[in-house]
Nanobody, 114 residues
Framework: VQLQASGGGLVQAGGSLRLSCDYFRTNFGISSLGWYRQAPGKQRDLVARIAPAGALAIYADSVKGRFTISRDNSKEVMYLQMDSLRPEDTATYFC????????WGRGTLVTVSS
């Protein structure tokens, strides 16, 4: 099962975006989920992860205080609210389980201009 991320785009530094990832018709409601990102020429890294019930969220140091991960299991959707965006946040963002499965869906490109 591949999860598809959406909501990326071009934004100026300091701006905001909200990414979405639906997990309809999967059993991922009982799994921890994560947002990951991959900048050109770099490895894919974990940005944030959230426990099945949504009570516990953990962030990479680089996004702590600026990004917020959340999920709505009734709608089977996970979100990543990204505020105070920086040019170094430019990357393709993916969603997957945490730990991730080997199957990656189509990511969504976030470009932050300076």
């Amino acid at each position: 099962v591949q999860l598809q991320a959406s909501g990326g785009g071009l934004v100026q530094a300091g701006g905001s975006l909200r990414l979405s990832c639906d997990y309809f018709r999967t059993n991922f409601g009982i799994s921890s989920l994560g947002w990951y990102r991959q900048a050109p020429g770099k490895q894919r890294d974990l940005v944030a992860r959230i426990a099945p019930a949504g009570a516990l969220a953990i962030y990479a140091d680089s996004v702590k205080g600026r990004f917020t991960i959340s999920r709505d299991n009734s709608k089977e959707v996970m979100y990543l609210q990204m505020d105070s965006l920086r040019p170094e946040d430019t990357a393709t963002y993916f969603c997957n389980k945490y730990p991730p499965s080997d199957s990656w869906g189509r990511g969504t490109l976030v470009t932050v201009s300076s």
